[in-house]
């Protein structure tokens, strides 16, 4: 591990596969810190570890459920005590699909806690902070589906579309004090969440006729912690192959 003290922190989410591992491979590699949360996954995440320590990054793994306020303060409370994080990269979802009218109840709050009430949970322990030393960035990743809807997926369209709308607000809350936040909302992305989808039939319907890959993700994030972002927050970039313009 490196002992830089002195480099920027970031806080992924869900950094332990897929985008959020893309995502905190590539800021690391921008020249952050990596605080690397994960909810079960662990040696996944000890993987990422390394490779952020390859890119020289320091890494820290912070396992707790993003949408289980007492985790989220047990964990990160001491932390922020010491170092206030320059970025914080809402990322930790899941996906529990059906029908509407099947749905159990557990279903629309499972997916409404991880992607929305942890949005919430954590953006206000970190707001504080970044407000005093008025310099912050948060990106959270939504999805297409918040942008159009999506059959089958109420749960979690309703999730992704209130992420844009609260990014949105936040983002005229803080914009004075020099804190940018913005929404990345990916099209189909090659991680275990699709794994099981009809990728021949949905590819049909997305113009680059190809699903996208995580590291395509994160060079949008990448780009929005970038300092030419600077002038840039509660915006919404698309990373989706045409699937929505
Ligand atoms: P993956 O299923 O590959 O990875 C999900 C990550 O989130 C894992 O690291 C997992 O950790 C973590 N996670 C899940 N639940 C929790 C929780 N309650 N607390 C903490 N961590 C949690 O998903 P993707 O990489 O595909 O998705 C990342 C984000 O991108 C999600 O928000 C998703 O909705 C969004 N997205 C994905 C698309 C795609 O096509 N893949 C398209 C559009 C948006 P662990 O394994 O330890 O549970």
């Avoid at 320059?86 to 930790?92: E, K, L, P, S, V």
């Avoid at 990743?141 to 918040?146: L, R």
Wanted: hydrophobic share 40%.
């Amino acid at each position: 591990m490196t002992n830089n003290n002195s480099k920027p922190t970031v806080l992924v989410t869900g950094g332990s596969r897929g985008i959020g591992a893309a995502i905190s491979r590539r800021l690391a590699r921008s020249g952050y810190d990596i605080w690397l949360n994960y909810r079960s996954g662990t040696e996944a995440a000890e993987k990422v570890l390394e490779d952020v320590e390859k890119e020289g990054g320091n890494c820290r793994l912070l396992q707790f459920d993003v949408s289980q306020e007492a985790e989220i303060k047990e964990v990160l409370e001491p932390l922020l005590e010491e170092k206030t994080p320059y970025g914080f990269i809402h990322n930790a979802g899941i996906t529990r699909d059906g029908l509407l009218a099947l749905m159990p109840t557990e279903n629309w709050d499972a997916v409404l806690n991880v992607h929305l009430r942890s949005f919430f949970l954590l953006s206000r322990l970190l707001i504080k902070p970044m407000l005093s030393e008025r310099k912050g960035r948060i990106v959270a990743v939504s999805s297409v589906a918040g942008e159009t809807g999506q059959s089958g997926q109420v749960n979690y369209s309703a999730a992704k579309a209130g992420m844009i709308g609260a990014v949105k607000a936040l983002a005229r809350e803080t914009a004075r004090r020099n804190i940018q936040i913005n929404v990345v909302s990916p099209g189909f992305i090659e991680t275990d969440m699709i794994r099981d989808l009809p990728m021949k039939e949905l590819l049909k319907s997305v113009p680059a006729r190809r699903a996208g890959r995580p590291e395509e993700v994160a060079g949008a994030v990448n780009f929005l912690m970038s300092e030419e972002a600077g002038y840039i927050t509660g915006q919404v970039l698309g990373v989706n192959g045409g699937l929505y313009m």
